[in-house]
């Protein structure tokens, strides 16, 4: 049962998760955590972090973990499970996420080559540019959590290092040009000494 859950939940994250992986991670998040609670807030958080640094699409990187966590921690309730269905939940996830978009983009490029240059297909793309915008935003902020920056009632110190050292990863890139790999590195030192 939790591998059609899984199933569907992803397909339907693949479906309408427009702007790439960035813009997935408010819909991978409110389902895996909110809807099914199949991981915790704090795991999610990790799973990013890791989605992020690891080669690939950020939303097919999280797919594939929170695939695998579901069903680990499905067993952990059932324990007559076996260890190699996280593996195989790790695959249900990925192919679901990617599914639709496969499709899609099939369907799409045989009629986009030829409608391209119709007014109704540039109203479309027009209409989405904000949209995307706005599911990156909504990522950027679903982020911006006590799992990653604390709280000034909870930890001052954390709290100002993290919101420091997103400032200071905000400013690199963006104005400064600093490769985004180079940043990471430098953000995990800092955060290794600091926090």
Known sequence: MIFLKLFLSFFKIGLFGFGGGYAMIS????????????????EFTDIIAVSQMTPGPVGINSATYCGYAALMNDLAMNPDG???????GSVVATFALILPSFLLMLTISI???RYRKHPVVEMVFSGLRPAVVGLLA??????MTKENFSAPNINVWQF?????????????????KIH???????????GLILL
């Open 111 to 113: 009629f986009l080559m």
């Open 138 to 143: 909504a990522a950027a902020i679903l982020l």
């Open 160 to 176: 100002w290092i993290s919101v420091g050292l997103f400032l200071a990863t905000f400013i690199g890139t963006r104005y400064y």
């Open 180 to 190: 985004p790999i180079k940043m990471i590195c430098l953000a995990g030192f800092a």
């Open 27 to 42: 819909f991978i998040q409110d389902e895996v955590v909110r809807k099914n609670a199949w991981i915790s807030s704090s």
């Open 82 to 88: 076996l260890e190699w269905m996280g593996i195989l």
